[in-house]
Protein backbone atom coordinates (compact mmCIF):
# COMPACT_ATOMS: atom_id res chain seq x y z
CA UNK A 1 0.00 0.00 0.00
CA UNK A 2 1.68 3.36 -0.98
CA UNK A 3 -0.76 5.44 0.89
CA UNK A 4 -4.14 5.57 2.87
CA UNK A 5 -6.02 5.63 -0.73
CA UNK A 6 -6.77 2.16 -1.39
CA UNK A 7 -7.32 1.73 2.07
CA UNK A 8 -10.70 4.15 1.75
CA UNK A 9 -11.10 2.87 -1.74
CA UNK A 10 -11.71 -0.66 -0.22
CA UNK A 11 -13.97 0.27 2.11
CA UNK A 12 -16.43 1.29 -0.24
CA UNK A 13 -15.33 -1.46 -2.78
CA UNK A 14 -13.62 0.29 -5.11
CA UNK A 15 -11.03 -1.27 -7.20
CA UNK A 16 -7.77 1.41 -7.80
CA UNK A 17 -7.67 1.54 -11.50
CA UNK A 18 -5.46 4.71 -11.95
CA UNK A 19 -4.04 7.73 -10.14
CA UNK A 20 -3.09 11.12 -10.89
CA UNK A 21 -0.36 12.55 -8.80
CA UNK A 22 -0.38 16.64 -8.59
CA UNK A 23 3.59 17.30 -7.07
CA UNK A 24 6.09 19.72 -7.82
CA UNK A 25 3.95 22.50 -7.35
CA UNK A 26 5.20 23.61 -3.54
CA UNK A 27 8.99 23.10 -5.16
CA UNK A 28 8.19 25.26 -7.99
CA UNK A 29 6.30 27.75 -6.96
CA UNK A 30 6.93 29.66 -10.23
CA UNK A 31 5.30 26.87 -12.47
CA UNK A 32 2.30 26.06 -9.90
CA UNK A 33 -0.45 27.16 -12.15
CA UNK A 34 1.40 24.77 -15.11
CA UNK A 35 1.46 21.83 -12.98
CA UNK A 36 -1.78 21.99 -11.99
CA UNK A 37 -3.24 22.47 -14.95
CA UNK A 38 -1.86 19.68 -16.12
CA UNK A 39 -2.97 17.61 -13.15
CA UNK A 40 -5.99 18.06 -14.04
CA UNK A 41 -5.96 17.90 -17.70
CA UNK A 42 -4.93 14.53 -16.44
CA UNK A 43 -7.59 14.07 -14.26
CA UNK A 44 -9.40 14.85 -17.07
CA UNK A 45 -8.60 12.27 -19.49
CA UNK A 46 -8.91 9.38 -17.07
CA UNK A 47 -12.32 10.44 -15.81
CA UNK A 48 -13.17 10.16 -19.61
CA UNK A 49 -11.32 6.69 -20.51
CA UNK A 50 -13.58 5.26 -17.63
CA UNK A 51 -16.41 6.94 -18.60
CA UNK A 52 -16.23 6.06 -21.93
CA UNK A 53 -17.05 2.39 -21.77
CA UNK A 54 -20.31 2.66 -19.29
CA UNK A 55 -22.42 5.41 -21.13
CA UNK A 56 -22.54 7.64 -18.00
CA UNK A 57 -20.76 10.49 -19.94
CA UNK A 58 -21.97 11.19 -23.25
CA UNK A 59 -19.75 13.66 -25.43
Known amino acids: MKDGTETV ?3 FGMEIIEEV ?3 GHNA ?5 EE ?3 EGLRQVTEVVSNMA ?3 GILTP
Open 35 to 37: IIQ
Open 9 to 11: GQV
Open 28 to 32: MPDKT
Open 21 to 23: IVE
Open 52 to 54: EGT
